[in-house]
Each structure stands twice: as C-alpha cells, then as structure tokens.
Nanobody
Framework: QVQLVESGGGLVQPGGSLRLSCVAS????????MNWYRQAPGKQRELVAG???????NYADSVKGRFTISRDNAKNTVYLQMNSLKPEDTAVYTC??????????WGQGTQVTVSS
C-alpha cells in the first residue's frame, strides 16, 4: 500500500508561483511514474505533468514552459513548480503514483487558487 500526501497549495495572485510537494510512502516510489493531475469545478480531471522513474517528463500543452515536475528519490518526493500562474490554473491538484494497473495510487489533493 502506498500513501501520498500533497502539500504546498494555496491562494496566489496571477503571475505568482507555488511549489507543490507529494511525499510517498512505500518502496516502489523509485520505479513508479509520478503524475500531477488537476480538476477544476465543472471540468474533467486532466493530466498536468508526469515524470518516469528514469526522469523523462511530459506536460500538458497549457502548462508547458510554466510548470516543472521533478522528483527526489532519496526523499520519496515529487514536486511541481508552478510559475506564471493564471486564473485558469485554479483547481484541486492531485498526486498519482503509477507502476501498473495493480499499483496505482492517489493522494487526496491540494487546492490551488489563482486570483487577485
């Protein structure tokens, strides 16, 4: 069983920055792909960014050049650095750990609100 705990959300003005963290329990972190998803009110959940165990990354077009995903295997932690935030980035951001269909875990999410 893997537990994921996110932190770092909050209220920020447009153009500001936040860094989200997700700490994972368990020993499969190092071999798992880690993803950040988000869901805004009335919208479907979307993949924001992902990072494989080897460090390859992918991003949604809407966040390319503004968000950076990284991982620290020594700390079992994945980060999402979010810069130049926009009101449309407002959502609940949730961490996901994926190794296989049987090993797919989700955190509880952290609220990010971008507003002046």
């Amino acid at each position: 069983q893997v537990q994921l705990v996110e932190s770092g959300g909050g209220l920020v003005q447009p153009g500001g920055s936040l860094r989200l963290s997700c700490v994972a329990s368990g020993s499969i972190f190092r071999i798992s792909t880690m993803n950040w998803y988000r869901q805004a009110p009335g919208k479907q959940r979307e993949l924001v960014a992902g990072i494989t165990s080897g460090g390859s990354t992918n991003y949604a077009d809407s966040v390319k050049g503004r968000f950076t995903i990284s991982r620290d295997n020594a700390k079992n932690t994945v980060y999402l650095q979010m810069n130049s935030l926009k009101p449309e980035d407002t959502a609940v951001y949730t961490c996901n750990s994926h190794f296989s269909l049987a090993y797919d875990y989700w955190g509880q999410g952290t609220q990010v609100t971008v507003s002046s």
